[in-house]
């Protein structure tokens, strides 16, 4: 498989469930990102990984939780959710490296298919 | 600040018409631009993309052109398709940083 896969593709869950999300990144990159897409507002990043360190959380709630425990997976564990978190949540993958620039200065990154979360 | 400003759709367009998707930016420097296309129950999916001014992306049939003068990269196809309806996201990185900044996308859809 290539590319960049994230699972599940759909989930539903209540507002008391304990849920994690998976992307996985097959493209040897060591950046990873997530991103919130809601209906009618810009796509929103959430967190971004590179070589499996935190370098940038965008005052996201708690109650999302990323782990990246290798360069090629990125988990998004969510509880108490609340109904506005409906969304769907893309993964993303770059070069990243040296100063966040992969080869030719651009970090080009790639998108995987995304989550559907409904939070009920 | 970075920003991204692209027209508001939805566009609609019959088959074999020109399409035309304005995308205007604000940032230092000289960004990396970038069109990502989201088609229906889909992730994104990189388009095209240029690094330097007068650059010219080009994929699949369309094209966009980095204008500093006008901080613009607008992205065109002659003949559009049925299959190319879908939303369109301009984005750009900065020179320095890696953060993706994000138009609110624009929804075409093409009518056989």
């Known amino acids: 498989e290539t590319g960049v896969t994230q699972t599940p593709r759909h989930l539903v869950m209540g507002m008391t469930n304990k849920k994690s999300l998976k992307c996985e990144q097959h493209l040897g990159h060591n950046a990873m990102y997530w991103y919130k897409q809601s209906a009618k507002k810009p796509l929103e990043l959430m967190f971004v990984?590179?070589?499996?360190?935190?370098?940038e959380n965008n005052s996201v709630p708690s109650r999302f939780s990323p782990e990246c425990p290798n360069s090629s997976h990125l988990f998004l564990h969510l509880h108490t959710l609340q109904p506005e978190d409906s969304a769907l949540y893309l993964c993303?993958?770059?070069?990243?490296?040296?100063?966040?620039?992969?080869?030719?200065?651009?970090?080009?990154?790639?998108f995987g298919p995304g989550t559907r979360l409904t939070v009920l | 600040g970075n920003s991204v400003t692209q027209m508001e759709g939805p566009v609609t367009l019959s088959e074999e018409a020109f399409l035309t998707i304005n995308c205007t930016y604000t940032?230092?420097?000289?960004?990396?631009l970038f069109w990502y296309v989201q088609y229906p129950g889909e992730g994104l999916q990189l388009l095209l993309k240029?690094?330097?001014?007068?650059d010219k992306g080009s994929n699949k049939g369309f094209e966009a052109t980095y204008r500093k003068e006008t901080t613009s990269f607008h992205l065109e196809k002659g003949s559009v398709q049925v299959s190319d309806s879908a939303v369109y996201f301009c984005?750009?990185?900065?020179?320095?940083?890696?953060?993706?900044?994000f138009g609110g996308g624009t929804r075409v859809l093409v009518k056989p």
């Open positions: 993303a993958s770059s070069l990243g490296g040296a100063g966040g620039k992969g080869a030719g200065g651009i970090d080009t990154q790639y």
């Open positions: 940032a230092t420097g000289y960004p990396s």
């Open positions: 240029a690094t330097k001014a007068d």
């Open positions: 990984y590179n070589f499996k360190e935190q370098t």
């Open positions: 984005a750009l990185i900065p020179a320095a940083g890696n953060k993706l900044t």
